[in-house]
Structures are given as structure tokens and as C-alpha cells.
């Protein structure tokens, strides 16, 4: 991606580290909290970590073309 768009790879880098920031917090108190509530809350994580990999992708292949054509 840096190679293609240093812009697009700094926004992506940056939301990645938020998620992954918030991530950890989580992780940090997971095991003190009950499963009822872990059971919603980790689909939100997991959600927004695949989701933000499809929009790298995306852009990723979306640049490429571009530079091909």
C-alpha cells in the first residue's frame, strides 16, 4: 500500500493502531468481566478488524489497477 498511496497507507495504519489500541484494552479486563457481555463485545472487535482488512484490500487493489491502466 505504501507503495501505491503513502496517504491512504498512513490513514490505514493510523485506524489500524485505534483498533488495535482498543482492542488491547479489552483484552486487558476480558477475564474479569462476564461472558454475557464478552459475547457482545468481541464480534464488535472482530468485526471491525475484518472490515477495516476488506476496505485495505479494496483500496490496495483499486490503486493497482489504476496505476495499470
Given at each position: 500500500?505504501?507503495?501505491?498511496?503513502?496517504a491512504?497507507?498512513?490513514s490505514y495504519?493510523?485506524?489500524?493502531?485505534?483498533i488495535g489500541a482498543q482492542t488491547n484494552k479489552y483484552l486487558q479486563?476480558?477475564?474479569t468481566i462476564g461472558a454475557d457481555i464478552n459475547?457482545?463485545?468481541m464480534?464488535?472487535?472482530?468485526?471491525q478488524i475484518r472490515e477495516l482488512c476488506f476496505?485495505?484490500?479494496t483500496r490496495l487493489s483499486q490503486l493497482?489497477?489504476?496505476q495499470a491502466g
Amino acid at each position: 500500500m505504501r507503495l501505491y498511496s503513502q496517504a491512504s497507507y498512513d490513514s490505514y495504519q493510523a485506524e489500524f493502531q485505534k483498533i488495535g489500541a482498543q482492542t488491547n484494552k479489552y483484552l486487558q479486563i476480558k477475564d474479569t468481566i462476564g461472558a454475557d457481555i464478552n459475547d457482545l463485545v468481541m464480534p464488535r472487535y472482530q468485526f471491525q478488524i475484518r472490515e477495516l482488512c476488506f476496505r485495505i484490500k479494496t483500496r490496495l487493489s483499486q490503486l493497482i489497477i489504476r496505476q495499470a491502466g
